[in-house]
């Protein structure tokens, strides 16, 4: 009992002001409780937002020499992030707020992966529609020491889908279509996609069970 509480404090005390009450957090937290006690196999760092050149207010069109210059700037910030593997969000920065819009992978290098032509062609589509700047963030897979970047890419497709899952939550026109299916078209009395109203009490001991208990439902359309 000593333990968990302890946990739960720590948990509580390392959450961002503004994020205790998302349902997104509520996934990231759950894991992390799990396997607080145990030696994580597979480690992924968070870097960035990294703004993405533009022309004029909104549309994105990258050149090489634009490409070259921004992968330059990523190398600077972090030597080899370019070339390592992983998985990106792209989003949307306005002020302070942050509107995650799309979510991928990549298993050859970022700098190959993330600002094709027809990613961009995807991006413009939000881009040319919403107030804010264009952002990526990189969360590339590291080796077990935390100082280099892993080459292998198991667990990569796996932490997609929960990066997709987390972005989902927060944005609803998300614009992976891979992966959000299930999310988007099932129902789960009082746990998952459920609107305001009667709930029942097989339901309600089941989001004490989770964790859920005062926090909305997960609901991903």
Request: charge should be positive; charged fraction near 25%; glycine fraction near 10%.
């Amino acid at each position: 009992q000593n333990w968990g509480k302890r946990l739960r404090t720590v948990s509580k005390s390392a959450e961002p002001a503004g994020v205790r009450a998302s349902a997104g957090f509520f996934l990231f937290n759950s894991f992390a409780n799990g396997s607080f006690n145990m030696q994580f196999k597979k480690i992924f760092d968070v870097c960035g937002p990294f703004t993405i050149p533009r022309v004029g207010k909104h549309t994105i069109v990258i050149d090489q020499n634009t490409k070259a210059e921004f992968w330059s700037q990523v190398e600077e910030k972090r030597a080899g992030l370019s070339g390592a593997i992983g998985c990106y969000i792209f989003a949307i920065q306005d002020g302070k707020a942050f509107t995650p819009i799309y979510v991928g992978k990549t298993e050859r290098s970022f700098e190959s992966e993330t600002l094709t032509g027809d990613k961009i062609n995807t991006y413009n589509k939000v881009v040319t529609k919403q107030r804010g700047y264009p952002v990526l963030f990189l969360l590339p897979k590291m080796q077990p020491n935390r100082r280099s970047f892993s080459t292998g890419s198991a667990g990569i497709a796996t932490f997609e889908k929960l990066l997709i899952g987390c972005a989902l939550l927060k944005n609803r026109d998300l614009l992976n279509s891979d992966h959000t299916d299930f999310l988007r078209t099932t129902r789960v009395t009082g746990i998952m996609n459920h609107k305001r109203g009667k709930t029942t009490a097989p339901a309600q001991k089941l989001r004490k069970a989770l964790g859920l208990r005062g926090r909305r439902p997960l609901m991903f359309v």
